[in-house]
């Protein structure tokens, strides 16, 4: 892993796709390729192997994975990359784009790439026909370039290979072995070399353990074959989160010889708080704002909380990260000083400033990819950097889901600085259920962040409609989001402006209405996310009942669906994840026509799923119809049995959904 990973997930976005498109059409334009003779023969080799049937819409396989890593006894590696590729259809002309990165601790020595098309013509690209830019966003200076390489020829029955080979000098002496991809893999090698008198632990992460063959001094070779390619499903965990890999951390084998950090949670705390230990010594001005943001705070939590939200909304996230500083944050005074910086500068500035009201906080390293990190794997694999803000022992935090009880630091507050969306009190919901490494003087630990109760993330529906004799039903919503739920929605209109923010909600209506008009809607609490993000509207809908005779059919479930068909297709291979709990009450009240009486109503349904409930009822009010129900998800990943359980239990709730009930006219 580059030391620009580490960094938020803002730093981690690649760029645009219609750039990146707009490269690859310069790439190929510019450098077409030129027809060579002498393809290397570990690609032509891999190309005479004989193939499994793959099925029909496989894009195309790997025939060869091959990482070669050099050890030096000084701690430098050097690590080749090979892959080979057939191509199979023509989505899989993406495989012929290639790409290396590189920084200022990790040198690309070369970089080539071959193709062999089915009729035998051969084509080379090498590193000076590559393009070089940039890759992450939100970075004002940093060092880290990509190279790309467009492969010609890359066309249904061509091989595709290419090779490069990095120098690096990483802080953890640790390589990870990604031999699973998300195409089918023919062969994987993975080959390492160490010097004498060093010793070496491997972890395996999603695949049992394999023991190495020794081919050499100090040299392993792990081979397999006929590894099958990750598939996309819907709502599956983060892709590594699922893939087999491999992790090996290096070192020497005498006591006395330490390269960079060792291999435990506690050595890799240990060190992030040396690098850290001068940077949160707060400046006269930190002082002086601190002391102005807090002295009209009446309480310890009012005056946290007004030190965390300036330091969300008011430093603006920007990240500039040279060498070591894609781990180590910036000193709080030059955050503070020029308002900007990135996830572990705005910890940093936060940490400097609660000190000056005598709260302690630690560091907390985490992937907000769910899954990600693996407890018995130590590594410097995060991407992310939160506070954990340590609580008085009389602090009542009810109604803060992002708190843990830590056996040496008591009680701890999880805190992320960077997302301007979800205050104190709360975690985003991609960083609940993960793990994190809390960062002290005394050796570290892994936490598990806290997932949030369904009743923290709540959606309120309530509508209060009319039915016309016509078939006509119009009226008002008010829909009250609050918690994860009001997050995710909040964010999402935050990225729309006027029409397109009107068009979220009619694409939400067209789901459960036809022929209807949205006449009003407005929002509250867009612009604070310490409030309820509360919608109003005003619909109607034509033909909404169904005229037989004289009776009309209505659907009381009239907005929204909770059923899902993500288990009515093939079986799955992976966990079904939910990104947070939450609990959802719709109540619809619609008054009926002049004339008509209720015939005949649904049953109530009570129904119980793995770790999620749903109940709904419809009873007469004066001369209104009540349909109400609850939908309450309390468990956020479902896996081997669970399914099928989880499967029949939408299955019901998709029939209560279809449910009518029946208005007969009594009236003259």
């Not at 390729?33 to 790997?62: H, I, K």
């Not at 709990?581 to 008054?591: G, H, N, P, R, Y």
């Not at 109530?604 to 009822?617: F, I, V």
């Amino acid at each position: 892993m580059t030391n620009r990973e580490w960094c938020s997930k803002r730093w981690t976005r690649w760029v645009p796709s219609s750039f990146f498109a707009g490269l690859l059409v310069a790439c190929t334009l510019l450098f077409p390729g030129q027809a060579q003779a002498g393809s290397p023969d570990w690609m032509l080799a891999a190309g005479r192997q004989s193939l499994p049937v793959y099925p029909e819409d496989t894009p195309a396989v790997v025939l060869l994975d091959e990482q070669v890593t050099t050890v030096k006894d000084s701690g430098e590696i050097d690590t080749v990359y090979r892959r080979v590729y057939k191509i199979l259809r023509v989505e899989g002309r993406d495989f012929g784009t290639v790409s290396s990165y590189f920084d200022s601790e990790t040198r690309l020595t070369y970089f080539k790439g071959w193709s062999v098309t089915s009729d035998g013509k051969e084509y080379e690209v090498k590193e000076s026909d590559a393009i070089e830019f940039t890759p992450f966003e939100g970075a004002l200076f940093q060092d880290t370039r990509r190279k790309v390489l467009v492969i010609p020829a890359s066309e249904p029955g061509s091989l595709v290979a290419y090779e490069y080979q990095q120098r690096r000098r990483p802080w953890i002496l640790q390589d990870t072995w990604d031999f699973q991809s998300t195409i089918p893999v023919r062969h994987a090698r993975f080959s390492l070399l160490l010097p004498a008198g060093w010793d070496l632990k491997t972890y395996w992460l999603n695949h049992a353990n394999s023991q190495p063959l020794q081919v050499g001094p100090n040299t392993w070779v792990w081979e397999f074959e006929n590894i099958s390619g990750v598939e996309q499903e819907s709502s599956m965990p983060p892709w590594r989160a699922v893939a087999a890999r491999l992790g090996v951390s290096y070192y020497p084998s005498h006591p006395d010889r330490q390269l960079r950090i060792q291999n435990s949670w506690a050595d890799i705390s240990l060190w992030y708080s040396e690098l850290t230990a001068d940077r949160r010594r707060a400046s006269p001005e930190i002082r002086e704002q601190t002391i102005k943001l807090t002295k009209e705070a009446d309480t310890w939590f009012d005056k946290v909380r007004a030190l965390t939200t300036f330091v969300q909304r008011s430093i603006r996230y920007v990240a500039i990260s040279i060498g070591v500083g894609g781990y180590q944050p910036h000193a709080a005074a030059d955050v503070f000083s020029n308002r900007y910086g990135d996830c572990k500068d705005k910890a940093t500035l936060l940490s400097a400033m609660l000190d000056q009201i005598g709260v302690e906080s630690h560091y907390v390293l985490i992937h907000t990819s769910r899954g990600v990190i693996a407890p018995e794997f130590p590594t410097l694999g995060f991407n992310h950097v939160i506070l954990a803000i340590r609580l008085p022992t009389e602090f009542d935090s009810k109604g803060m889901p992002a708190t843990v009880l830590d056996q040496r630091q008591g009680k701890l507050l999880l805190f992320d600085p960077t997302d301007s969306q979800t205050p104190v009190g709360f975690l985003p919901a991609e960083e609940q259920e993960s793990l994190g490494l809390l960062v002290d003087e005394n050796g570290g630990r892994l936490l598990k962040m806290p997932l949030a109760a369904a009743t923290d993330n709540r959606l309120i529906r309530e509508a209060s409609l009319t039915l016309a004799s016509t078939g006509v039903l119009s009226g008002d919503v008010t829909e009250t989001r609050t918690g994860a739920v009001a997050r995710e929605f909040r964010s999402l209109l935050l990225r729309k402006a006027g029409k397109d923010r009107i068009k979220i909600l009619e694409d939400f209506l067209a789901g459960s209405l036809s022929g209807f008009e949205l006449q009003r809607a407005t929002i509250e609490g867009l612009d604070s996310p310490e409030a309820n993000l509360i919608l109003h509207y005003r619909f109607s809908a034509e033909k909404y009942a169904q005229a037989v005779g004289n009776l009309l059919l209505i659907r009381p479930r009239v907005l929204g669906s909770d059923s899902q068909d993500v288990l009515e297709r093939k079986p799955r291979k992976y966990p079904l994840e939910s990104m947070y709990s939450f609990l959802q009450t719709d109540t619809f009240e619609i008054a009926l026509p002049v004339g008509y009486v209720v015939d005949e109503v649904p049953f109530a349904q009570s129904l119980d799923g793995p770790g999620c409930a749903y109940r709904s009822r419809v009873e007469l009010k004066g001369n209104a119809l009540v349909y109400r129900r609850d939908y309450e998800v309390k468990d956020i990943e479902w896996s081997g049995n669970r399914l099928d359980e989880l499967k029949k239990f939408f299955r019901q709730i998709a029939t209560d959904e279809r449910s009518l009930a029946v208005l007969k006219h009594t009236a003259p």
